[in-house]
Nanobody, 123 residues
Framework: QVLLVESGGGSAQPGGSLRLSCTVS????????IAWFRQARGKEREAILC????????YIGDAMKGRFSASRDNVRNTVYLEMNNLKPDDTGVYYC????????????????WGQGTQVTVSS
């Protein structure tokens, strides 16, 4: 059974930082693709980045390059999204997603999704 559970969301001031976690069950992180998405109220879901098992990290959102980065803890089966220099436009629900197909896909139709965690950036 594949499960993804996000945590670490909350409120932050502009310029602040948050670290989101996604705990993965049902597969190991050395295969497939793990991605982060976000969705603001009334807007479509937006891809942030996608990390694959072949050491590639695909940054999809230009506005987040240099501010957001991904890491993983293989022992805990957890992936992280480190968010720095947050802006009000970063407000939204953040999701982690996984794709275990061959080849794994990094797009909005990924196989498995977490429930999302809210991030709010405001003064």
């Amino acid at each position: 059974q594949v499960l993804l559970v996000e945590s670490g969301g909350g409120s932050a001031q502009p310029g602040g930082s948050l670290r989101l976690s996604c705990t993965v069950s049902g597969f190991t992180l050395d295969k497939g693709a793990i991605a982060w998405f976000r969705q603001a109220r009334g807007k479509e879901r937006e891809a942030i980045l996608c990390s694959t098992g072949d050491k590639r990290t695909l940054y999809i959102g230009d506005a987040m390059k240099g501010r957001f980065s991904a890491s993983r803890d293989n022992v805990r089966n957890t992936v992280y999204l480190e968010m720095n220099n947050l802006k009000p436009d970063d407000t939204g629900v953040y999701y982690c997603a996984a794709d275990l197909r061959t080849p794994p896909l990094c797009y909005s139709g990924m196989e498995y999704w977490g429930q999302g965690t809210q991030v709010t950036v405001s003064s």
